[in-house]
């Protein structure tokens, strides 16, 4: 399973900006979907996941409220709206998937099997 993010840069403080993770060769359909970052000299944080089908999200308490993931299986993707961003959601975020037919999602990098390469997200004035 390959996955591709896209939809990072640099961004203002308050600002907004709309992940995609798209999948290639195989469907999403069958797989919980889950975001991680990682900031330079940090730990890898999970920030949301949703499981397959879509009926169950998770977010890191850091997020709630400003970030929210959702899919669309007809376009193979899954999207992380990022609202009010902070200087300290700079990072890389990576999407990662885990195949799971049924129950929830998790916050924890160890459950996943396929990661994309990252994009960079930037919030700096």
């Known amino acids: 399973l390959q996955l591709v993010e896209s939809g990072g840069g640099l961004v203002q403080p308050g600002g907004s900006l709309r992940l995609s993770c798209a999948a290639s060769?195989?469907?999403?359909?069958?797989?919980?979907i889950a975001w991680f970052r990682q900031a330079p000299g940090k730990e890898r944080e999970g920030v949301s996941c949703?499981?397959?089908?879509?009926?169950?999200?998770n977010y890191a308490d850091s997020v709630k409220g400003r970030f929210a993931i959702s899919r669309d299986n007809a376009k193979n993707t899954v999207y992380l709206q990022m609202n009010s961003l902070k200087p300290d959601d700079t990072a890389v975020y990576y999407c990662?998937?885990?195949?799971?037919?049924?129950?929830?999602?998790?916050?924890?990098?160890?459950?996943?099997?396929?990661w994309g390469q990252g994009t960079q997200v930037t919030v700096s004035s």
């Open positions: 060769r195989f469907t999403l359909d069958y797989y919980n």
């Open positions: 949703i499981n397959s089908s879509g009926g169950i999200t």
């Open positions: 990662a998937a885990k195949r799971r037919l049924f129950g929830p999602c998790v916050l924890a990098g160890a459950e996943y099997d396929d």
